[in-house]
C-alpha cells in the first residue's frame, strides 16, 4: 500500500481493527508516497509499526526522523552475549499483537491490554561526553576551540499516541530542564567541548517499551549538532553503557 493509501483507511476505526487483524497472519508494506520527491520519509514510523505492518519503506539516502527510528528499531544484535554486532533485520512484534483476534472484539482486546499491561519505569543516568567530534569549522582563524565550548544534551521520546501521556506525566529531569511535553535538555556545561560532565538524570515511565524510543542530541549553545543517537528503550541494559553519536546529517558513526 502506499502511504496516502493507508493513512486515509486508519482514519476510520473498523478499518483500523481490520488492517490490524489482517497484519496478525499476513504481511503488509507500505512505501513513501510519490510525491515525496526530496526522498523524505514518514514523520513517524510508529504510526504504522502500531498497526502491525512488517514493513514499512524508508527513502535510506535522508537521515531523518523517520530513517533514525526505522534504524533505532532494528539495530538490536542478533545474539545478547556480547559475541557480534551484527543485527538481523527482524524484531518480534510485542506479546499482544500475535494472537489471532476477530474484528468484533478488537475493541475490548485492546481495552484489556491497556488496562492489564504493567507500567514500565526508566531511570537514566547521563555521566559525560567522551572525546567528542569537533567540527571543521572549529579552528583557529575563526577562533573556535573545543576547549571554550558550551554544551548541552537534548532529550526526546517518541512513541504512540496512546502512551504519550503517561511518559509526558511522569518525565522528570535532575540536573536539567523539561522543554516540552517528552522533551529536555541537561544544563550547560561550560568550556569543554571535548570531555564535559552533566551528570544529568532523565526518568519516565512507559507501557510500551517496545514502541517507545529516546533520542539523544548533544548541541553547541548555538545550535550546532555535535552528534546524535536513537535508541529503542526495550533494549537497553541496566549498568554502565556508551553511547555512539552519528552525524545528524548523514547519519553516519563518527
Not at 520519509?41 to 510508529?46: I, K
Not at 539523544?216 to 549498568?239: A, I, M, S
Request: hydrophobic share 35%; proline share 4%; aromatic share 14%.
Amino acid at each position: 500500500l502506499s502511504e496516502k493509501q493507508l493513512n486515509e483507511m486508519k482514519e476510520e476505526t473498523l478499518t483500523r481493527y481490520f488492517i490490524d487483524k489482517h497484519n496478525r497472519r499476513f504481511f503488509m508494506r507500505i512505501y513513501p508516497h510519490a510525491f515525496r520527491y526530496k526522498s523524505t520519509n514518514f514523520n513517524n514510523p510508529l504510526e504504522y509499526w502500531e498497526l502491525g505492518v512488517q514493513m514499512v519503506a524508508i527513502n535510506w539516502q535522508t537521515n531523518d526522523l523517520g530513517q533514525c527510528l526505522n534504524i533505532a528499531m532494528f539495530k538490536q544484535p542478533i545474539s545478547n552475549d556480547g559475541t557480534t554486532q551484527w543485527n538481523s533485520g527482524y524484531v518480534l512484534k510485542p506479546e499482544f499483537m500475535l494472537p489471532k483476534v476477530k474484528v468484533k472484539e478488537m475493541k475490548q482486546f485492546y481495552a484489556n491490554v491497556d488496562k492489564n499491561m504493567p507500567v514500565v519505569t526508566y531511570e537514566i543516568d547521563l555521566i559525560s561526553g567522551h572525546l567528542l567530534n569537533k567540527p571543521d569549522h572549529w579552528n583557529i582563524s575563526n577562533n573556535i576551540h573545543a576547549a571554550d565550548v558550551d554544551l548541552v544534551v537534548e532529550y526526546e521520546i517518541f512513541t504512540i499516541k496512546k502512551n504519550e501521556s503517561l511518559i509526558g506525566n511522569s518525565l522528570n529531569l535532575k540536573n536539567g530542564t523539561k522543554i516540552g511535553t517528552c522533551k529536555g535538555q541537561t544544563k550547560y556545561f561550560r568550556d569543554n567541548g571535548i570531555c564535559p560532565i552533566w551528570n544529568s538524570k532523565l526518568t519516565f515511565q512507559t507501557k510500551y517499551p517496545e514502541f517507545t524510543f529516546l533520542s539523544f542530541k548533544v548541541k553547541t549553545r548555538d545550535g550546532y549538532n555535535l552528534g546524535e543517537c536513537y535508541v529503542k528503550v526495550y533494549d537497553l541494559k541496566q549498568g554502565y553503557r556508551h553511547i555512539p553519536l552519528n552525524n545528524a546529517a548523514t547519519g553516519e558513526n563518527f
